[in-house]
């Protein structure tokens, strides 16, 4: 290993859409991506949606001579898509399942049995000492109605993961660990998602650090239609839905200059500290794989490269709260107008799963008395139909089919409205609890002056298509404890 790289580490988060039979040209992608990161001096790789396991051998194989240390995290029925690849010794691994994820019968998307999660290693770095990275990849977007206007099926869901992810780099931080927070998010930078891993987990965005400063000017310069889609993958940091991507365009109807220029779901968070800053973010495999005109996933990866220093000090940065601050439950930057938001939509979440239960209750009663209908008609229609034969068999293969059908709606409907439904609504119930406690916490702090590290805000007028890829505050307000609620989005 040679001094440069003990001096910085270089992370790359992807997700590399990996999916079987779903996922097109899978095979060819997964090896095109094992051979591009085999080629690069990443000391850490975040991976999300390497389902099969034969690509993650492919990968482990190729890459094996720089990211000899790897760790698959193994959940779930299918197993949770998620690896990480290291140039340093790992010490440990763990693995923190989503409490809410998915649900039992949107079988095509997959969240509820692939036992989603957020994935961990603890690595020995020989400058700085521990590291804790983490890799994630939480619930899908879904909405009931086209648009980021409509409802989303899933924020609560997103909301109560990001609130153990962050809950979890915190306990991290708290034992004087460093922590890097990888993943595919699904979540825009102006969700409550966001702000829970900002203010509560104290995670810094590493890729708005670094393009703060010129946003200015790139939200202008995009305002008078001078930045081309390709163009806004660096300047905003898409990672997703862009209509450059060979897999997503044809979802999308943009042309060069539109408006609609994709999402900013993937991001790589970290714990800023003297002996950790990020000097350069970006997003990389934004190209076709070469020799074809695909990209390499449907997602586009982030690259963060760190400045690691030994020596601490203190004396000079705006840096994360220290560790016996984090260790303290009451200490949050988190605004009670997000506390609030998030309890709200919890609440509405409560009471939807509460209908939808009953709901599978109801149809399970229903299958019952059908089912039971049924079986009083096979054998009451023999004695009816004792001498016609042809109607006796036709009766018994009829009845039996639908008995055998609603039986088994019965046992599902039993299955999701009671065993799901029930964990359901008593997991949403304690996260509403959890956050009405840090809510009543902030309030009766609220009187309390607390030590703002950094105090700047920035505010800007800006299009939606914009504010899916900008923080709702700029990294300046990552650790301020004022009111400001940042950027004033605008459509």
């Known amino acids: 290993m040679n001094t440069n790289q003990e001096k910085t580490l270089s992370v790359l988060s992807l997700n590399c859409w990996g ?26 790789v975040a991976l999300q949606e390497v389902w099969m396991w034969e690509d993650f051998d492919y990968l482990k194989a190729k890459v094996a001579t720089k990211l000899p240390f790897t760790k698959y995290f193994h959940s779930g029925t299918l197993g949770s898509g998620l690896a990480i690849l290291s140039r340093f010794p790992v010490l440990s691994s763990s693995y923190l399942k989503f409490t809410l994820a998915g649900r039992p019968l949107k079988i095509f998307q997959g969240d509820y049995y692939v036992g989603k999660g957020c994935g961990s290693v603890c690595i020995d770095h020989p400058e700085i000492g521990l590291v804790d990275i983490y890799t994630t990849h939480a619930s899908i977007i879904l909405y009931l109605q086209a648009g980021y206007g409509g409802k989303d099926e ?31 998010f699904n979540s825009i930078p102006s969700s409550n998602c966001y702000e829970i891993l900002k203010n509560h987990g104290f995670m810094t965005d590493s890729w708005l650090e670094n393009h703060q400063d010129t946003m200015a000017d790139t939200i202008s310069r995009f305002e008078r239609n001078q930045l081309s889609a390709t163009d806004c993958i660096q300047k905003f940091g898409i990672t997703c839905d862009s209509p450059i991507d060979s897999w997503t365009k044809h979802f999308l109807k943009q042309e060069a200059y539109a408006k609609d ?10 714990r800023r500290t003297p002996e950790i800053i990020c000097q350069e973010s970006k997003v990389v495999m934004d190209d076709y794989i070469p020799g074809t005109q695909w990209s390499y996933s449907d997602h586009f990866g982030v690259h963060s490269l ?82 016609n034969i042809n109607v006796l068999l036709l009766s ?38 959890d956050f009405r406690v840090s809510l009543e916490t902030l309030q009766q702090q609220s009187n309390i002056p607390k030590k703002s590290f950094i105090s700047t805000t920035t505010t800007a007028t ?30």
């Open 462 to 491: 800006i299009t939606n298509s914009v504010k899916n890829c900008l923080a709702t505050t700029s990294l300046s307000s990552s650790y301020s404890s004022s009111n400001s609620e940042g950027l004033i989005v605008k459509k």
């Open 396 to 433: 018994t293969i009829i009845c039996g089919f639908l008995m055998i059908l609603f039986s088994a709606v019965a046992i599902v409907s039993l299955v999701v409205g009671f065993v799901f439904g029930r964990m359901e609504q008593r997991s949403l119930s304690q996260y509403i609890i």
């Open 306 to 387: 760190f400045t690691i220093a030994g020596q601490s000090n203190r004396a000079i940065g705006n840096f994360a709260p220290v560790p016996s601050q984090l260790a303290r439950p009451d200490f949050s930057n988190l605004l009670p107008s997000t506390l609030d938001t998030a309890i709200d939509i919890l609440e509405l979440e409560h009471a939807l799963a509460i209908t939808t239960a009953n709901g599978h209750l109801a149809l399970f009663i229903l299958s019952i008395i059908i089912a039971f209908g049924l079986y009083i008609v096979q054998i009451t229609l023999p004695v009816i139909y004792q001498d």
């Open 154 to 184: 899933y924020e609560a869901q997103r909301i109560t993961e990001c609130w153990q992810i962050a809950n979890s780099v915190r306990a991290s931080a708290a034992q004087g660990r460093h922590v890097i927070l990888a993943g595919d």
């Open 19 to 44: 999916l079987n039979i779903v996922s097109k040209k899978r095979k060819f992608r997964l090896h095109a991506i094992a051979d591009r990161i085999s080629v690069e001096d990443y000391d850490i």
């Open 261 to 270: 220029i994709g999402d900013r779901l993937d991001y790589i968070f970290y």
